[in-house]
Every structure is written in C-alpha cells, then in structure tokens.
C-alpha cells in the first residue's frame, strides 16, 4: 500500500512538471500580488512592514487556488479516477497521496520564496522568517481545504469559480492565525507560540477533514 502511496504522488509529480506545473504559475501569481500591493499603497515602507505579513499570507491563499480545480478533474475527464477508485488502495489514501503532491509543487514552494518575497514589502529577517514559517505549518490547511472543493467540481466544467466560492470563506481561520503568528514574531502581545499551535492544529484537522471529505464527495460523484 506505501509503494502505491508513493508511486500515485510521483505520478501527480510527474504530471505537474510536463505540464509546466501550477506551481509555477502560483510562483508568479503570488509575486504579482506581491509586486503590485506596495504600487497601490504607495512609497511608505512603515505601512508596508506592518501589513506585510497579511499581504504574503492573501498572495499564498489566492496562489494556492492556481489549479486546484485540477486536482480531481483531470483524472476524472480521462477515466484514471475511476480506476484509482477500483484499485485495492483506499480512496482515502488516494486523497491523501494527490493533496500531498499538490502541496509539493505548490504550498511548499511559495513558504520556501516567501522570504525572497518579503523584501518586496519591506520585512526584516525575523518577518521573513516567521512568514515562511508559518506558511510551511499554514499551507497544508489550505490544500487540504482545497481538496474538499476539487472533489465536489471534479464533474463541473469550469468550476474554478464556484470552488473558490465554496473554499475561500473555510480558509479564512488559516489566514487569520497566519498572519496572527507571524506579527507576534516580530514584537506582538501574544507569544508566537500560541498562534503558530492554533495554525498547526487547523492543519491537523483540515488534514482528516480534507481527506474523508474529499474522498465522501468523490463517492457521491460516482
């Protein structure tokens, strides 16, 4: 059953680079948003560091969103869905082994450039870090919150919008204790702790969450 784990996220893997990848186009989403907010706010870098970690952590949230609609969907237009669904590995486990490569190829890159990103808003070192941090411990929520969505459009052409629609208000939780952490690193009233601990345990929850509703929702698609 591991070896299949492995060899299904490899396959997604795989997928995701010949194709050019949804995390590449998060990357350049994410510092679109990134780029263009300080052009909006103008030349003050105090207000810049201040609501910098609310600006990388909106960019992350939207970023993510950049081919989610996929993750079901293109297995279910081919017929791999139904085959990955008769096969001895738990539905579950299949949820699991796509949301863990989607998170490869997209949450985890934009915690690794969030730091690079951060000089853009103006952040010191201990902002950049307790940004990447936090997004490293935030952004399986999100994908796994996603995945919810994915599985109930999987049959929907086009239903990129309405899974933002269904999705977005979920993650709202993840971006709040996000950014919550990340301002306590640098000088808030709370410890980082506390904030990064609610972030891990929304992770942990949106995890078995994610995964047997992704999977109950695929069923029902049947």
């Not at 870098?45 to 949230?61: D, E, K």
């Not at 297995?75 to 299949?94: C, H, N, Q, Y």
């Not at 949301?99 to 934009?110: D, M, N």
């Not at 000088?187 to 999977?215: K, Q, R, Y």
Request: charge should be neutral; aromatic fraction near 6%.
């Amino acid at each position: 059953m591991v070896s299949a784990f492995l060899a299904l996220v490899r396959r997604d893997l795989v997928l995701s680079a010949r194709v050019g990848g949804s995390g590449w186009l998060g990357l350049v989403f994410f510092l679109m948003i990134v780029t263009l907010v300080p052009f909006g706010l103008g030349p003050d870098l105090n207000l810049l560091a201040r609501i910098g970690p609310a600006i990388l952590w909106i960019g992350a949230v939207l970023a993510t969103l950049i081919g989610l609609d996929r993750l079901f969907q293109a297995d279910e237009e081919d017929g791999s869905l139904d085959l990955m669904t008769a096969s001895p590995l738990p539905l579950e486990a299949v949820v699991l082994a796509k949301v863990t490569a989607h998170w490869l190829t997209t949450g985890l890159p934009l915690a690794i450039a969030a730091p690079l990103f951060g000089l853009l808003v103006a952040l010191d070192g201990v902002g950049m870090a307790a940004v990447a941090a936090t997004l490293l411990v935030g952004t399986p929520a999100l994908t796994f919150i996603g995945a919810i969505g994915a599985a109930l459009t999987a049959t929907i052409r086009r239903g990129g919008l309405i899974l933002a629609i269904l999705v977005l208000p979920l993650m709202i939780p993840t971006l709040i204790f996000g950014v919550s952490a990340a301002n306590a690193a640098r000088g808030g009233d709370i410890p980082f702790t506390t904030p990064l601990l609610m972030l891990a345990a929304i992770t942990l929850v949106s995890a078995v969450i994610g995964t047997v509703g992704a999977a109950l929702a695929l069923r029902q698609g049947e």
